[in-house]
């Protein structure tokens, strides 16, 4: 890019697209685009099943539940792991495992024996694998990136693929349940695993320098955790991440009792809800793409939180297929903003001998509190219906979006020596 377009802040497609440039991210990037339009397939395919088999919003949360609590629990534990071992076979390792865990799912829905316990406990299991690989994943992008002043592109990129792969897994699985069941969508999943494994393998990673660690894990936690928490910037953005998932992401979780019982839909119904969803997710990572800087981040994410609490809360008061698509397109646009956002400043502050316990903790904000709100949504949404379950925890998201403006101009005279130094 010249000077010129530099100085104006060019966002031209190229400049967009910019980190695909680095031969790991692409690799990356092109096999996780595959495996993750199976994720969201089974993802759809998994909730429509559940509702399907009890009738039951609550036994959606505890499933949801229970594939995402052993995030909170291990996802600290990992991060330690992640800064002491080879993060490419860490890597490795659990897509390998995650394919094993859906092909056992596909073969239990394929032959007719599946029960809602054995959904549950594969659900453990692969929240268990996701504990170890998301955090991992997460401290890998700097691997994969030769230039620092790509990362946030990089991390923007990455976003928009788990979006576009949020749009076209839910729309082509909607079609299959109808026409196939739902075993087929989870045995195209187990399949999709083999794509992600093979760009892995691929890659050319420079080993990493791993200093030798003498220390006890449980110390090493308590030294990320003292780091991680003691610095206002990072604190707040984990509390804003930990108050979204708990009360804004449960929107996702009712989806199919929305999709049936509220617009009176069917399978397709629930998948164009997602599908659109993911577009407005697509859209927020495509914006964030274009910017040119992760300065004014922080205004961004006051706005994403407040457009995911109007979307939200609309959305819970529609009772037409067109309108509810078009509300939760805003939820699905201020959410991914939100936590690329937050993911973007957290990737660019944080100490790089502490990154996998940093971003461990990101993981244990993001996916680890959304267990407690799925619980609480399902149970919620049975005694006062989903609708009202809903305007509660667009509210709630409202509140934070206020708290976090609030605090603001204070979190920007801790950043701003950091940027300064890193020439930002």
């Keep these: 890019m010249s000077a010129a377009n530099e100085a104006t802040g060019s966002k031209g497609l190229g400049f967009v697209v910019r980190a695909l440039q680095h031969r790991n991210f692409r690799l990356f990037f092109s096999g996780q685009l595959i495996s993750l339009v199976g994720t969201w397939m089974q993802q759809v395919a998994i909730s429509w099943l559940v509702y399907r088999l009890t009738n039951s919003p609550f036994l959606l949360g505890i499933v949801v539940f229970s594939g995402q609590i052993p995030t909170f629990l291990l996802a600290p534990f990992a991060g330690v792991l992640a800064d002491r071992w080879n993060r490419h076979r860490i890597l490795v390792i659990t897509q390998t495992l995650s394919m094993v865990q859906a092909f056992v799912l596909a073969v239990l829905v394929l032959t007719g024996r599946v029960e809602v316990w054995h959904i549950i406990v594969l659900a453990v299991v692969i929240g268990v694998i996701n504990s170890f690989d998301i955090p991992t994943r997460q401290s890998f992008f700097i691997h994969m990136i030769e230039k620092r002043e790509d990362l946030g592109n990089a991390i923007a990129l990455n976003s928009s693929l788990v979006n576009s792969a949020r749009f076209l897994g839910p729309s ?20 999709s695993y083999i794509a992600v494994i093979a760009a892995l393998l691929m890659m050319r990673i420079q080993p990493e320098k791993k200093e030798p660690k003498r220390h006890h894990v449980l110390r090493e936690l ?10 206002p910037p990072i604190r707040t953005l984990l509390f804003l991440i930990s108050l979204i998932s708990l009360a804004g992401s449960p929107y996702s979780v009712l989806m199919p009792v929305f999709a049936r ?18 577009i407005g ?22 706005l994403a939180t407040a457009t995911l609490s109007a979307g939200i809360i609309a959305f819970s008061l529609s009772r037409y297929t067109a309108l509810s698509m078009f509300f939760i397109f805003f939820a699905g646009f201020g959410m991914m903003v939100d936590m690329a956002s937050c993911n973007t400043i957290l990737q660019t502050i944080v ?6 316990r940093v971003m461990s903790f990101y993981t244990m904000s993001f996916m680890g ?16 219906g989903a609708p009202d379950t809903l305007v509660i925890g667009g509210s709630c998201c409202f509140v934070g979006a206020i708290l976090f403006a609030r605090n603001l101009p204070k979190l920007k005279e801790h950043i701003r020596p950091i940027y300064a130094k890193k020439g930002i």
């Design 222 to 231: 308590k030294e990320g955790f003292d780091y991680a928490y003691g610095f």
């Design 172 to 191: 082509i699985a909607g079609v299959l349940i109808a026409a196939a069941g739902e075993g087929v969508c989870i045995l195209i999943n187990a399949i």
């Design 281 to 302: 997710a697509l859209t927020g990572t495509v914006y964030l793409a274009s910017r040119s800087t992760v300065r004014g981040l922080g205004k961004v994410i006051v």
């Design 369 to 384: 509190m959304a267990p407690f709100g799925s619980l609480l949504a399902g149970y919620a949404a049975s005694r006062i």
């Design 261 to 278: 019982d509220i617009l009176h839909g069917g399978p397709h119904t629930l998948g164009f809800l997602m599908a659109s969803a993911g």
């Design 351 to 356: 100490d790089d001998t502490l990154r996998g």
